[in-house]
């Protein structure tokens, strides 16, 4: 599984019905579940950003679907990063010439 890590924000209509965000984050662990990924872990921020997804994703192609899906409930936008764990990054960095 890929890792990804995925920056959410409300837009105004998000803002607006707040209260029923509990319950639409239960449908998007439910989505992902059914495209065959998983949330890892999931933040409410202050900051920059709203909320702060870690996910798990079979591949790009379903990361992608999931995060389409999103914003077509037009609650949400995303920005979605490709997370590489320590070990990768190691072998990445010792692979340079």
């Known amino acids: 599984m ?3 890590v995925m920056l ?7 803002a ?3 209260r029923d965000s509990a319950k639409r984050l239960d449908a998007s662990k439910k989505l992902l579940k059914d495209m065959g990924g998983s949330f890892k ?3 409410l ?6 909320m702060v997804a870690i996910c798990e994703a079979p591949d790009d192609a379903v990361m992608a679907r999931f995060a389409l ?3 077509m409930g037009g609650n949400v936008r995303t920005r979605t990063l ?3 764990p320590e070990a990768a990054y190691r072998e990445l960095v010792s692979s340079l010439g």
């Open 16 to 18: 607006k019905s707040v």
């Open 41 to 43: 872990d999931f933040y």
């Open 69 to 71: 899906s999103l914003g």
């Open 8 to 14: 959410i924000d409300w837009t105004e209509q998000g």
């Open 82 to 84: 490709k997370a590489f």
């Open 45 to 50: 921020t202050m900051g920059e950003h709203d």
């Open 2 to 4: 890929t890792t990804y």
